[in-house]
T-cell receptor
Framework: AAGVIQSPRHLIKEKRETATLKCYPI?????VYWYQQGPGQDPQFLIS???????DKGSIPDRFSAQQFSDYHSELNMSSLELGDSALYFC????????????FGPGTRLTVT | KQEVTQIPAALSVPEGENLVLNCSFT??????LQWFRQDPGKGLTSLLL?????REQTSGRLNASLDKSSGRSTLYIAASQPGDSATYLC???????????FGKGTKLTVNP
């Protein structure tokens, strides 16, 4: 069965650089979620999209932005990177909101040096 | 604000033992609860989803129960195997929204 695809899987950036993370949801899933998991931490919700519109927002820094495109894939753009942004970034998708199981991708490991 | 607590934080058992992982949450107005498995540095694998109207959900050697009124869920693992070694996380939606709030996980080690 198809799963959530994230790219790249690993990314190394320097401070103040910009990074773009991509997420391809499971086919026919219209809802995408982004989570950040710092070292030794539990995942924290960043932002979600339903039918290409932002549906909820969590503790996402103003330096980050995201969008969902017409083919339902999503991109998380991160600017002015800081050392503290080093984390595992997960994308999840579901076939609708609220009541549905969220399926997580393998994550993108971002390292900021 | 939804808070999720998992006990114990770590558990080490011999192979073949049955075990129970606990999860509690503060806001019982939830739609569902998910249990995940995470291997070190890896992604989150969904194990079980229990809807708020359900009391139990089973998948193979795993059984999860939900007592919504008391804000508790348990994950029962039967006949544990070394391959079950991982961190187990439970997550619930926050305040009627879709964003999941995670516990800090239980790190399970099953010794051969």
């Amino acid at each position: 069965a198809a799963g959530v695809i994230q790219s790249p899987r690993h990314l190394i950036k320097e401070k103040r650089e910009t990074a773009t993370l991509k997420c391809y949801p499971i086919p026919r899933h219209d809802t995408v979620y982004w989570y950040q998991q710092g070292p030794g931490q539990d995942p924290q919700f960043l932002i979600s999209f339903y039918e290409k519109m932002q549906s909820d927002k969590g503790s996402i820094p103003d330096r980050f932005s995201a969008q969902q495109f017409s083919d339902y894939h999503s991109e998380l753009n991160m600017s002015s990177l800081e050392l503290g942004d080093s984390a595992l970034y997960f994308c999840a998708s579901s076939p609708g909101q609220t009541l549905y199981e969220q399926y997580f991708g393998p994550g993108t490991r971002l390292t900021v040096t | 604000k939804q808070e999720v607590t998992q006990i114990p934080a770590a558990l080490s058992v011999p192979e073949g033992e049955n075990l129970v992982l606990n999860c509690s949450f503060t806001d019982s107005a939830i739609y569902n609860l998910q249990w995940f498995r995470q291997d070190p540095g890896k992604g989150l694998t969904s194990l079980l989803l229990i809807q708020s109207s359900q009391r139990e959900q089973t998948s193979g050697r795993l059984n999860a129960s939900l007592d919504k009124s008391s804000g508790r869920s348990t994950l029962y693992i039967a006949a544990s195997q070394p391959g079950d070694s991982a961190t187990y996380l439970c997550a619930v939606p926050q305040g009627g929204s879709e964003k999941l709030v995670f516990g800090k996980g239980t790190k399970l080690t099953v010794n051969p």
